[in-house]
């Protein structure tokens, strides 16, 4: 699953954190702590400067049907928001993530009012951003998610705009990694934080753009159920990020 050296890596970084996983959020020069599963959870639930929801361990969710593939396990609300206007960039911050295969996508519900009480798996989710198989073959080729790695000790970066038309107001943000290395195992390591959303703008997306988690990806998808090792796939140069279209404003 991990190479020799990524393991050793994990084993020097410890148990909780041996995959990665998003530990902060970036808006301009401001940095917004998210939460860390290494850490004193009752030092961090509850806190006035927490604004992600929580995730109790870096274990992927491995099911599309899995309640907790919105926001993952246990997904506690945050109390704080990070504000931020439409058109400006949203960056997720790892500090390192060890998986290279798989299509990454980032995205938005309203709350309409207070994000802290709505029901993650009701709430609409629209997809902002995406990014999948950039070159190459499907097992072999270039991956967003293997490019974003650094390993030279500086965070792994995500950047994301938050379209400029989108309506102020209360939203979650899900960053989603989906990590295809083991076969028919997808494995789902999402994230969700919350934001204040200001600007100009007015919209909402059309209701095609809008999804359920669960209920936005089908079990059978190729793309999801999915064995990269097959001479078949040496032969594939193409990836149909599951979700769905972008809606960028
Ligand atoms: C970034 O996240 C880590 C892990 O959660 C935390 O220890 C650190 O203080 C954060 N850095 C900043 C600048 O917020
Ligand atoms: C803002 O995000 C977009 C979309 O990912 C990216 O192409 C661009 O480089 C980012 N800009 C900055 C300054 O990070
Ligand atoms: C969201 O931002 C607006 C504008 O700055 C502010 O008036 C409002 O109180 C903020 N709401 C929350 C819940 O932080
Ligand atoms: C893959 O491509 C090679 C070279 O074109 C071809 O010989 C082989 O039959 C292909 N394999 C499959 C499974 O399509
Ligand atoms: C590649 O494109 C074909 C034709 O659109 C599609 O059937 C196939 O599922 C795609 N392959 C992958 C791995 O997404
Ligand atoms: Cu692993």
Redesign the pocket.
């Given at each position: 699953m991990v190479s020799l050296v990524l393991a050793a890596l994990a084993t020097l970084l410890g148990p909780a954190l041996a995959h990665g996983g998003l530990a902060n959020y970036t808006v301009g020069d401001t940095w917004y702590r998210g939460y860390d599963p290494d850490e004193t959870p009752s030092d961090q639930l509850g806190q006035p400067w927490m604004v992600q929801r929580q995730w109790a361990s870096i274990d992927p969710i491995f099911s599309v049907d899995d309640p907790f593939i919105a926001c993952n396990n246990p997904g506690v609300p945050p109390p704080a928001y990070i504000p931020i206007e439409a058109g400006e960039?949203i960056?997720a911050v790892y500090w390192y993530w060890l998986h290279p295969v798989g299509p990454m996508t980032v995205w938005l519900a309203p709350c309409n009012g207070d994000c802290a009480k709505v029901n993650v798996n009701e709430v609409e989710w629209f997809k902002i951003?995406e990014a999948g198989l950039l070159s190459g073959n499907v097992p072999e080729g270039m991956w967003w998610q293997k490019q974003f790695q650094n390993w030279d000790g500086s965070p792994d970066l995500w950047?994301?705009?938050i379209p400029i038309s989108l309506k102020p107001g209360l939203y979650m943000i899900r960053h989603e990694i989906l990590s295809i290395h083991i076969e028919n195992k997808p494995q789902f390591y999402p994230e969700c934080a919350h934001l204040n959303v200001t600007g100009k703008g007015s919209v909402l997306p059309p209701t095609e753009y809008l999804r359920k988690f669960p209920g936005a990806y089908d079990p059978n998808d190729p793309s999801i159920n999915i064995n990269i090792y097959t001479d078949q796939m040496k032969n594939t140069t193409n990836y149909t990020i599951p979700g769905g279209p972008i809606w960028d404003g």
């Open positions: 960039n960056t951003w950047p994301a705009t």
